[in-house]
């Protein structure tokens, strides 16, 4: 193969692809039969399945039990606002994680305390193996699963006061700001990293997704005079949702 030269299996695969982004296999419609793709374009039947292959991983097509393989339903990405931090007695969980104020959401959390693992300990500049609040978020935009979040807070700020759960207690749901505020500790710096991973398989089904297909991870966390008070990872699907910052001109 020269080079430059794609393998069989990619140019099969390429054309298959642009027959869908140009709508001549539009959603829902039956893939060509692995003996059709074999014929059509002379190649061999190893290739015609790597470039099936292919199609599946990049959440193109899917496989549907005893019935073939169909072109899926392009989803149409749902905007994840971001603006930092604004005060709002009003602001819920939701709604500090989506500023978007035309998308309505609801939201379930569960806390429980845990050790910190070498990341967590790293992120929040604690011992591993100190106590932590984890909680964790499943958001749901429009009654559909939208976001994931789990969050860590160090027991050694938060521990036996009136914060320590951050969805039960006099500040339910207020956020990280106010909750600490409550305590005397003055967040005054917030830090964002957007990266992408594969899904885990647990994350793909709660969101309604495809396992081993890309996340989008915004890792975020509350600094206190330098210190992290709070650090806490929001995933989503890569396919169905953009970030979109807002930064103001200073």
């Known amino acids: 193969m020269s080079f430059g030269e794609q393998p069989a299996y990619l140019r099969v695969a390429g054309d298959l692809r642009q027959k869908i982004v140009d709508g001549v296999l539009p959603p829902h419609t ?6 059709r793709i074999r014929q059509e374009y ?5 290739v015609a399945l790597e470039a099936r292959k292919v199609l599946m991983a990049e959440g193109l097509v899917e496989g549907r039990s005893g019935s073939g393989t169909y072109v899926r339903e392009k989803p149409v990405p749902r905007r994840i606002a971001r603006v930092g931090y604004h005060s709002s007695v009003c602001s819920s969980p939701f709604r500090q994680e989506q500023t978007d104020e035309r998308v309505k959401g609801t939201w379930e959390s569960s806390s429980g305390q845990r050790e910190a693992g070498l990341e967590v300990a790293a992120r929040l500049r604690i011992p591993v193996g ?14 559909e699963p939208s976001m994931l979040s789990t969050s860590w807070e160090p027991l050694e700020i938060t521990g036996r006061t009136p914060v320590m759960l951050p969805e039960e207690g006099p500040l339910a749901g207020r956020g990280v700001v106010e909750r600490m505020a409550a305590i005397d500790v003055v967040v005054d710096n917030v830090m964002e990293e957007v990266g992408a991973r594969p899904g885990l398989a647990e994350e793909a089904m709660t969101l309604g997704g495809v396992p081993g297909h890309a996340v989008l991870v915004v890792s975020r966390t509350y600094f206190a005079g330098g210190r992290p008070v709070e650090t806490a990872d929001v995933v989503t699907l890569a396919d169905r949702h953009r970030v979109t910052y807002h930064l103001p001109v200073k």
């Open 42 to 46: 002379g190649v061999s039947d190893t």
């Open 30 to 35: 039956r893939l060509p039969s692995q003996a």
């Open 130 to 143: 100190a106590r932590v609040m984890r909680t964790r978020y499943l958001y749901r935009a429009e009654g």
